[in-house]
């Protein structure tokens, strides 16, 4: 039988031990399964109490379960559900249990969702929300990923595509009808203007900051500057713990640290570097070259120092200037003209709350005002770049033959229907129903 025919199991909720676990299974099993394992398959939709028994009649647990009779069910097949304790013996009994029956196999990673998806239950931009919903780690993250599994960029990349095939059918149907005199010109009209308002509207959301896909990465801020100025203190202040090693010794930090942060709702990576310096150390100078690699691709530098010297860092990052350890009452000059500059004590908390103000500040003019953009990925920025081409090589083409125009616009609606995961996608749905967890 092929593993697509085969019924599924997982644990769909968190690890063991849990005060109740959800066990999956989905396929055409499922109705055997529950009804063996439970005694008797219940109402639809109804949670039901059950003794759950394995195949020699030996008790498993007492458990809720719950039956979805396909297609009305998230994988589009029948699925059955058991809420058991969840405790690692519970599970391990159950498993074994399912394991038992022919044709009945565990999950891959994302094996229930690429179901819904081949079953038609969501798109390919829902199931890369889902995906993106299981991994946020912030309220805004959150939000985003929801809008983009309840159809945000599917529902009007349905929209164009079907606006487009409307197109091709007026051009078409000139093409069909090219010997009735006038009749092309009265049908090409109309398509040419609907083309190029696609063309405009696609073409606007591509222009719009990538936020969506900003949001989705995070912000990457590095903390940079020479040995025992105060980093890794200051990032224990950030992260609110300690995440890296304080010390007096210069040359504490080898290698890069990173902490991830939610400021604001905002996806934050602060990153503590080596102190960067000349050293004969190899193992130094190995955490000095990376340091200077993490920085040049940080989204913003934090350069910090105690003296009066301006940043060693080099590149086009934004660079704000930290002057640290204010307690010992050393005396700092004036920062110059349009020098963006912060004066903190990462051991005593001065000035922390004002940097980290300032960071959500950052944070929200990097990301963009609202909740996001529709495009949050780069498979989906590329695919909408190939249907604004494509359309405009239409509009392009359309006075060397009709028939040149109706071939862009089958492209164009191609395009799409890669994006929604419809036509000829095969080759890339491994690659991102492998990133889920299992049981999902």
Not at 69 to 78: I, K, L, N, V
Not at 87 to 113: I, K, M, Q, Y
Not at 349 to 362: A, H, M, Q, T, W
Not at 405 to 415: D, G, I, N, P
Request: proline letters at 5%; charged letters at 30%; glycine letters at 10%.
């Amino acid at each position: 039988m092929h593993p697509r025919d085969q019924t599924i199991f997982a644990l769909s909720s968190g690890r063991p031990p849990s005060a109740i676990a959800i066990v999956r299974v989905s396929g055409p099993m499922a109705e055997s399964v529950m009804s063996d394992l439970a005694g008797k398959l219940p109402v639809p939709r109804t949670a039901t109490r059950a003794l759950l028994r394995d195949l020699d009649l030996q008790p498993i647990d007492d458990a809720v379960v719950l039956w979805f009779p396909g297609p009305a069910s998230a994988t589009g097949e029948d699925v059955a559900e058991f809420h058991v304790h969840g405790g690692r013996a519970v599970l391990t009994a159950l498993f074994d249990a399912l394991a038992r029956f022919d044709n009945v196999r565990p999950a891959d990673a994302g094996e229930f969702t690429r179901r819904g998806f081949e079953n038609g239950k969501l798109d390919l931009t829902e199931a890369e929300g889902l995906d993106d919903l299981i991994h946020a780690d912030t309220d805004r993250q959150r939000r985003q990923a929801l809008r983009q599994l309840k159809g945000l960029l599917g529902d009007r990349a349905r929209d164009w595509r079907e606006r487009i095939i409307a197109a091709s059918a007026l051009i078409e149907a000139g093409i069909d009808f090219s010997d009735e005199g006038d009749v092309p010109a009265e049908l090409i009209a109309p398509a040419l203007q609907r083309i190029r308002s696609l063309h405009d509207e696609i073409q606007a959301v591509l222009a719009a900051q990538a936020q969506g896909e900003r949001l989705r990465d995070g912000l990457v801020v590095a903390i940079s500057g020479p040995p025992n100025v105060g980093k890794s203190t200051l990032i224990n202040q950030l992260a609110r713990r300690e995440v890296a090693i304080v010390s007096p010794h210069a040359g504490t930090t080898r290698d890069v640290i990173e902490v991830q942060l939610d400021l604001d709702g905002y996806p934050v990576t602060v990153i503590d570097t080596a102190g960067i310096r000349e050293t004969d150390d190899p193992v130094e100078q190995e955490g000095v070259r990376r340091a200077r690699s993490r920085a040049a691709e940080a989204d913003l530098v934090l350069w910090l120092s105690d003296t009066d010297g301006g940043a060693a860092h080099e590149g086009t990052t934004p660079v704000w200037l930290v002057r640290n350890k204010i307690d010992l009452g050393r005396p700092l000059a004036e920062p110059g003209d349009g020098t963006v500059e912060f004066r903190i004590s990462a051991a005593r908390g001065d000035g922390i709350p004002e940097l980290i103000r300032s960071l959500v500040r950052f944070a929200h003019d990097y990301f963009g005002a609202g909740e996001g953009g529709l495009i949050t990925r780069v498979r989906q920025r590329e695919l909408l770049q190939q249907t604004v081409d494509a359309l405009g090589r239409s509009i392009e083409v359309v006075g060397r033959g009709e028939e040149l125009a109706a071939e862009e616009l089958r492209t164009a609606a191609v395009s799409l229907g890669r994006l929604l995961g419809r036509v000829d996608v095969e080759d890339i749905l491994d690659v991102i129903f492998r990133e889920f967890c299992v049981g999902k």
